[in-house]
């Protein structure tokens, strides 16, 4: 009796943990803050190669020289050290980085880190920029570590002008306050299912005109300049507002975006036009109020829309943060066509059958035929496991490749047998024809403008617009032809414009949108403008002669 009284006990007691466990847990979770805030004390530094900075840097532990084999860089505040476990260890313990996120403050101290100015800055208290004749020591000391900057606000001072600064005083951010997200308006959270932080919300801090800007790079695309557009542009704004496109895509990065609203944000991407496609059919499946406006870094091969929209077709052969910024800054918003691929299947097994439409979003172009067969031919090299070189040289150097082949070997000579095609309800008889383009912006092929080759043969003019609702088509003849007109010595083939395209595909053929190429079996395909995302299109400046 005794011993059964004391198994119930024991049974008891276990079940009474368990139930207060549960009770702990349910309390936890029903008490726990919004907010949970975090990094007191010192964080941790972001180490790079100081090769990304290409100039000479100096040891702000030991203050050596540093190597370029052997120098590191904090990406976040601009702190640098050997890469030597004694000096990285001396940084790490006694060296302050840039705060991810604050608690219950309003404001940010100015954050200094000592020499390693930029090459030509200009003191913020006496106005003198670094020159040979007035170099950033002004004791004749000779090459070292000299100078103030501010990690946040980017102001840099002389030793000298440096004694005359309220060095605890708060920092505004300096230029570019207006795209940065402050630590203190992050508010971070733990969920159920993690212990982990996470972002919960952004509170809107108090800085005039404040339009944050976001930070996307795929460093996979065409060039590999993608990490360092990371790197720069960190030290320059709030660490966790520039990201690197994961394998999840942008959908990580966009909840800044989200969390931002209603306030409008800005978004660059650094890649090729398929990166730039991904960030924005993303910022339309997640319903993102009010639109991002998307600016570009072109990294990959055709950078189409970038060469539209003014911000070139290839980076910059030294990347300048201040410049990147402005530039961003300095852009006017503009509307982008977003057109409907819709795709469904032909050769139903029962009459009663339909398979599911397919739809793909299209901001530059859709071809058919020998392009997209050189594109889809390119892109199984690039996935192959024997692809190791990633850099614009070596890939057009493929399409050349390709190209060449289909000159001969053509796969797609009379492809317009293959195809029936309808623009605005009204049936096109189509000539002889490899490949068959359809254009919402006036450069394919990276940079080959069909509309502007078209108006020179004196019919009349086709006026092309990124967001007037209405595609373009032209043929093309061969994939000689297409050398021909990247060379600019002859013409497409003008077949008409539409806002309302249909097109029946009764043999397998070889498609692209946007650069994204597949193969495409028999199916009754519709193309139709049905919304629009916004972009940032940055106009040439005038030179001092032009005004």
Request: aromatic share 8%.
């Amino acid at each position: 009796m005794d011993i059964a009284h004391i198994e119930l006990s024991v049974e008891a007691l276990i079940g009474s943990l368990v139930a207060l466990g549960v009770f702990f847990l349910l309390c936890r979770s029903i008490l726990a803050e919004d907010i949970v805030i975090c990094i007191s004390g010192k964080t941790r530094h972001s180490w790079k190669s100081i090769k990304i900075l290409e100039q000479a840097c100096f040891c702000n532990v030991c203050e050596i020289l540093l190597t370029p084999s052997a120098g590191l860089f904090c990406d976040c505040c601009g702190l640098c050290t050997h890469s030597a476990p004694a000096c990285q260890r001396q940084a790490d313990a006694s060296y302050h980085c840039k705060d991810k996120w604050l608690r219950n403050v309003d404001e940010v101290r100015h954050l200094w880190v000592r020499g390693n100015l930029p090459m030509s800055y200009s003191c913020a208290e006496c106005g003198q920029e670094a020159e040979p004749d007035h170099p950033q020591d002004t004791s004749g000391a000779g090459p070292g570590l000299y100078g103030w900057r501010c990690a946040w606000c980017q102001r840099c001072y002389h030793d000298n002008c440096y004694k005359n600064v309220d060095t605890k005083a708060v920092c505004d951010f300096g230029e570019f306050r207006d795209m940065i997200y402050p630590p203190y308006c992050i508010v971070a959270a733990r969920t159920r299912e993690s212990v982990r932080l996470h972002l919960a919300g952004i509170k809107p801090p108090n800085i005039e005109n404040w339009e944050p800007l976001i930070v996307i790079a795929n460093t996979k695309s065409g060039s590999s300049t993608g990490s360092s557009v990371l790197s720069l542009l960190r030290g320059y704004l709030h660490p966790m507002q520039v990201m690197e496109l994961g394998t999840r895509g942008p959908q990580d990065a966009l909840q800044w975006a989200a969390k931002t609203s209603p306030r409008p944000c800005r978004i660059l991407v650094a890649g090729g036009d398929g990166t730039i496609g991904w960030v924005l059919n993303s910022i339309y499946t997640l319903n993102i109020k009010p639109q991002p406006s998307v600016a570009i870094m072109p990294l990959g091969t055709g950078n189409d829309l970038s060469r539209i929209l003014g911000w070139g077709a290839e980076p910059p052969s030294t990347l300048d943060p201040l410049q990147i910024l402005r530039s961003i800054r300095r852009a006017r918003s503009v509307n982008l066509d977003r057109y409907d691929l819709q795709i469904e299947k032909l050769h139903y097994r029962l009459p009663i059958q339909r398979h599911p439409i397919k739809t793909i979003h299209v901001y530059n172009y859709f071809s058919v035929g020998v392009d997209a067969y050189i594109t889809y031919n390119f892109h199984k090299t690039r996935e192959s496991r024997f692809y190791l070189l990633s850099s614009r040289i070596f890939n057009k150097l493929l399409y050349f490749t390709f190209g060449t082949q289909q000159v001969m070997q053509p796969d797609c000579e009379r492809i317009e047998q293959k195809l029936i095609l309808h623009l605005d309800n009204k049936l096109i008889e189509l000539p002889e024809l490899q490949s068959l383009v359809f254009l919402n912006i006036d450069s394919w092929g990276a940079g080959c403008k069909l509309c502007e080759l078209s108006n020179s043969n004196g019919e009349g003019r086709i006026i092309n617009s990124i967001s007037d609702g209405m595609m373009e088509v032209f043929g093309i003849v061969s994939s000689f032809h297409i050398a021909q007109l990247q060379c600019n010595i002859s013409k497409p083939v003008r077949i008409g414009q539409a806002k309302q395209i249909r097109l029946q595909v009764n043999a397998t053929v070889p498609m692209q949108a946007d650069g994204e190429p597949w193969m495409q079996t028999p199916a009754d395909i519709r193309l139709q403008s049905r919304s629009q995302a916004h972009v940032l299109k940055l106009e040439p400046t005038l030179t001092t002669q032009q005004q």
